[in-house]
């Protein structure tokens, strides 16, 4: 996906939530780790960023392109589309 902003490809990632807070990884890395990224290095790796600290969420399936140039985050979330032409 294109940035709106720059026009520069996005990284698509996913987002991870636990006790200590929201981040965002690559798409990239979760598909080659089965963990979730713990030393700086892998971090690093991952591009992974905060998204909000507090209550965890989980979304393993959807995707969550970034652009850190522009510092867009953009979401395509199917199961929230609604119907184009409904009857
Ligand atoms: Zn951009």
Known sequence: MDCPKC????TAGILMGGRDGVYWLSKEYRKKHA???V???A???AGMFAIRSG???FTPNEDF???KKCGLLTA???YIKEAAESE
């Open 43 to 45: 971090k690093e790796e």
């Open 76 to 78: 395509e979330l199917p």
């Open 7 to 10: 026009g520069d490809d996005m």
């Open 65 to 67: 392109y970034v652009c």
């Open 35 to 37: 963990f979730a990224p």
């Open 55 to 57: 209550d965890g969420i």
């Open 39 to 41: 030393t700086k290095k």
